[in-house]
């Protein structure tokens, strides 16, 4: 097994990537080690992080707008808020817009790519992404890099939707996976309701269910990984 990390792991892949790329955001962001596994919850800095797309394929789809809010030793950080739209060239299809309430002026006045991603890379330097759902994260944020600087970085994610089936199947819990979208899951928290689709707002709930989650605070980073 550690022979496996050394290889593999978040660091080695950290480093090894570092060591490739030019000086810059990524280069900053690949600069700064991950946090150790070890690292207990209530010490732990963490970003929580919601994309809103045009669709759920990112090899085809565009990232449409990024919001994010720090944690930083289990209190949210509202002073850290950062939301905003991203200008994308095609046009916006009319359910995008029913969906996001983004509309095309909004968007042409947004800022690029570029500029966005490097903002959410100097944020998560040395930190923890918190999402819910990470394949729409993962994926998309490792597209953009791929379109930005030709590399696929890693990134340390926490999933607030992971973390809660692992615990129902641990319990041996039969679920309907309807019940782990993020409003279902903070309806079981008695957490209050949301205007969804907004990517600071998600980022925001997302943050207020992971707190909700935690039973104790002995828990690691490991714990949840």
């Known amino acids: 097994m550690l022979f496996f990390k050394s290889l593999f792991g978040y660091e080695a ?20 080690p991950f946090p150790n596994e070890g690292t207990a919850l209530s010490e732990l800095s963490i970003v929580s992080v919601d994309f809103e797309t045009t ?13 994010f809010v720090s944690i ?28 996001h309430q983004i509309t095309d002026l909004q968007k042409s006045q947004g800022k ?8 959410l890379l100097r944020a998560l330097a040395g930190k923890v992404m918190l999402v819910h759902y990470a394949q729409i994260e993962k994926h ?8 930005l ?5 890693p990134f340390m994610i926490l999933d607030t939707l992971a973390i ?16 782990l979208r993020l409003s279902a899951l903070r309806h079981t928290y008695a957490l209050p309701n949301y205007f969804a689709h907004n ?27």
């Open 164 to 179: 809660e089936k692992r615990r129902l199947e641990q319990r041996n819990v039969d679920y309907d996976p309807q019940n």
């Open 55 to 67: 669709g759920l394929n990112a090899a085809t789809d565009k990232l449409l707008s990024v919001g």
């Open 72 to 99: 930083d030793k289990l209190q949210i950080k509202l002073g850290s808020c950062y939301h905003q739209i991203i200008n994308i060239a095609p046009q916006l299809e009319q359910h995008n817009v029913m969906i």
């Open 112 to 119: 690029s790519l570029r500029v966005v991603v490097e903002t």
């Open 199 to 225: 990517a600071l707002n998600d980022a925001i709930a997302t943050a207020e269910l992971f707190l909700a989650q935690q039973k104790t605070n002995t828990i690691t980073l490991k714990d949840l990984l």
């Open 140 to 147: 998309f944020l490792r597209q953009a890099c791929i379109e």
């Open 149 to 153: 600087y030709g590399v696929s970085p």
């Open 13 to 32: 892949r950290r480093k090894r990537l570092l060591n490739k790329v030019p000086e810059g955001a990524l280069f900053d962001f690949l600069s700064v």
